[in-house]
């Protein structure tokens, strides 16, 4: 349950405040086109854009799929939200305040903010140890490395001292020293004994979540020690299963370019940024996750690929494989770029700047390619060892990019596809984008004639003309319930209303909502009261005569059954009837 109170002017404020075009900017490339944007389609298969966006009415809508909605469904599709989550995410991306639901929410939204609020206290202390005295060492490190004090700032690089007690003596005098074991920063031993500061002596780095929020800090170690590698804790704000570091700088370019490199180290990924290779990422110190791969397919899209860059050696390669397992899963092409001499990027980088690591990136291993090396040279052998693969290659959510890794196993190893698919693939599993073809009969609702007019009225249409039609149109002769619910809503809010966003804002009905957005984002002549009146009497006229043949059909029914008072009932209302 949400902690605000979302009620329906909080939400009608978000929503104005939301720009459309940039949301989905994020996850899809368009393209001006018209009143309208377009591009292809994050909901399913296509080569030929059929996803439209009217960034006026904040609306989208895919003539393919017809999958269609205002901003928040967007959201929650692209990022797995329910309908609170996606308001409260675009509230915090464009500066609208949300009331708090409760005294005990309220507690909740604050405790969250504070932690944020400290955490970012510790940035600005970690980058001021890194400028000082103290910090020269760090500073050197750095500059070894290729990142001079310029970019610094960019990267939020920080400096936790060889000291014990730093952090936690500068803050406590602020926050209670509880408080800042809950976000990480420090430790509490359970002896009893002072806590003291959770990072020394490491180069810290900010993580933030992929709105660009932090959530926690990693730090390396300088010297000798161990971990080489430490991350804050899980808590409240921060879970490793689900954080890429650098995404939020990362999310624009992969989304633009659709191809992602994934890298396991902060100094690989920041080194590719820093020479300009900005749609790369980085793990947690953990393996992918399926939650990684959710998030990386949703930036992607249908056409994007992810390439793994890991170490050369035998754990990186086995980090690799099974990454690849998780985002075959996700629906997502996936290849591998192969450094020579056992290097990592940041060596690399260092070493040969951004060509070297072009010349190797831009001619990725495939993931066949990968998976096949260092098979045994005996052809029985190979062919077992292949069929290992197989609940790997089988396990690509996408349908056709799992045939074709089927089918060319196969023949590398001189299977026979079935005899994969049958050691692979699971019964019924079937993952992957729904095609058109894959969606329910419900959301290629035909409309009967006039009705589509009618609907463009309700939404288009002046308010006398859409009074008229309130007036005039009878709601149970219409034979689209999308249509007939609109009409009844048109009725009960009155003619002056903004009809298509209150719709979006207040309808629970889904068919109804993916209507109107196809409705307000297709590319037609605008509803001209001339041409509103047209449609109305003939969509009335049509309601006449539906209505004479079924009095017809009853007057008819009435005189062979005899029933005098039921015909002479029939017949009165059919001379009312003519008489409108």
Known sequence: MTDFDLDTEVITRVREASDI???????????????????????HEEKTPSFTVDAEKSLYYCFGCHQGGDVFKFVMAQQNFNFPEAVEYLARRFGVDLPARSPGAQKRRKESERQRSILEEAQRWFVD???????????????????????????????????????????????????LANVGLIVQPESGKSPYDRFRKRLMFPIRSGDGRLVAFGGRILGDGEPKYLNSPEGALFHKRSTLFALDMARKAIASSGEVIVVEGYFDCLSLHRVGLVNVVATLGTALTPEHGRSLRRLLGEDGRVLLCYDADSAGQRAAASGAGVLLQAGVDVAMITLEGGKDPDDIIREGGIEAFNSMASSPTSLLDFLLTNMPPDPAERRRAGLELAPLVCSAANPAYRQNLIEELARRLNLRPRDIESKGRQPGSRGGPPTTSDLPASRHTTTAPGETDLARILLEGSPKI????????????IEDPRVRSLLLLVQEWGPDQEIASRVMAESQDEDLRTLVARLCTSETSPVTEEKAASNLAQVIYRQRRAAARTLQEAIEKASLDGDLEQLAQLLAEKTRLRQR
């Open 466 to 477: 859409r009074a008229e039609a309130t007036e005039k149109v009878d709601a149970t002769l």
């Open 21 to 43: 075009i940039a949301v989905v900017s994020d996850q899809v490339r368009l393209k001006h086109r018209g009143r309208t944007w377009e591009g292809l389609c994050p909901f």
């Open 129 to 179: 140890q890194l400028s000082s005295a103290g910090g020269a060492e760090a500073a050197r490190e750095l500059e070894r490395r290729g990142f001079p004090r310029s970019c610094w700032a960019t990267f939020g690089f920080g400096w936790a001292p060889d000291e014990w007690r730093g952090l936690v003596d500068s803050l406590r005098v602020r926050h209670p020293e509880g408080v």
